[in-house]
T-cell receptor, first 113, second 111 residues
Framework: DTEVTQTPKHLVMGMTNKKSLKCEQHMGHRAMYWYKQKAKKPPELMFVYSYEKLSINESVPSRFSPECPNSSLLNLHLHALQPEDSALYLC????????????FGQGTRLTVV | GENVEQHPSTLSVQEGDSAVIKCTYSDSASNYFPWYKQELGKRPQLIIDIRSNVGEKKDQRIAVTLNKTAKHFSLHITETQPEDSAVYFCAASEENNDMRFGAGTRLTVKP
């Protein structure tokens, strides 16, 4: 299994809603990432988890809250988002912290209304 | 933090020609340089990567070169085919997986 699975594929939420994005991998990878990608732009790093511990937080607003319940799962909790937060949210994983190939999920296309 | 610049932003070639995309990075501590291909509406997928202890790597029609002194690395695609059309991103990271992407190059291969 070389898949990173993200759910949901699409999400529309209001600015007062609370929602969560989910990411799962069963490759035994110990590094997991959240990226944000706006249209015609590169992925922007948001968070990195290494061995289930948050190792990088790229000054992301607190309305985005990551969680890594175990080595296979990564969540991104969303609360009080703004329309400018609408984007494709990509999860990725890699084997360890020593810079190996990152496998990306298909992403969740988020629209904030 | 790391800053990766990528050129050109768009590239159009005739089928069978070669395509070259160039990137520069700022942090001399970066030691891993992957290239990703992203087709429209799809996830980024790794096509080739290189580490700082290697100057060149080749995989069939794709090659990457790295000049650590100048802090630049390049992607070379030979004998391009229409299915090579996509957006290509270079990236750079240090030991802690803080992979940062260049702005991307939209490659169009005309049949």
């Amino acid at each position: 299994d070389t898949e990173v699975t993200q759910t949901p594929k699409h999400l529309v939420m209001g600015m007062t809603n609370k929602k969560s994005l989910k990411c799962e991998q069963h490759m035994g990878h110990r590094a997991m990432y959240w990226y944000k990608q706006k249209a015609k732009k590169p992925p922007e790093l948001m968070f990195v988890y290494s061995y289930e511990k948050l190792s990088i937080n790229e000054s992301v607003p607190s309305r985005f809250s990551p969680e890594c319940p175990n080595s296979s799962l990564l969540n991104l909790h969303l609360h009080a988002l703004q329309p400018e937060d609408s984007a494709l949210y990509l999860c990725a994983s890699s084997q360890n912290t020593l810079n190996t190939e990152a496998f990306f999920g298909q992403g969740t296309r988020l629209t904030v209304v | 933090g790391e800053n990766v610049e990528q050129h050109p932003s768009t590239l159009s070639v005739q089928e069978g020609d070669s395509a070259v995309i160039k990137c520069t990075y700022s942090d001399s501590a970066s030691n891993y340089f992957p290239w990703y291909k992203q087709e429209l509406g799809k996830r980024p997928q790794l096509i080739i990567d290189i580490r700082s202890n290697v100057g060149e790597k080749k995989d069939q029609r794709i090659a990457v070169t790295l000049n650590k002194t100048a802090k630049h690395f390049s992607l070379h695609i030979t004998e391009t085919q229409p299915e090579d059309s996509a957006v290509y991103f270079c990236a750079a990271s240090e030991e802690n997986n803080d992979m940062r992407f260049g702005a991307g190059t939209r490659l169009t291969v005309k049949p």
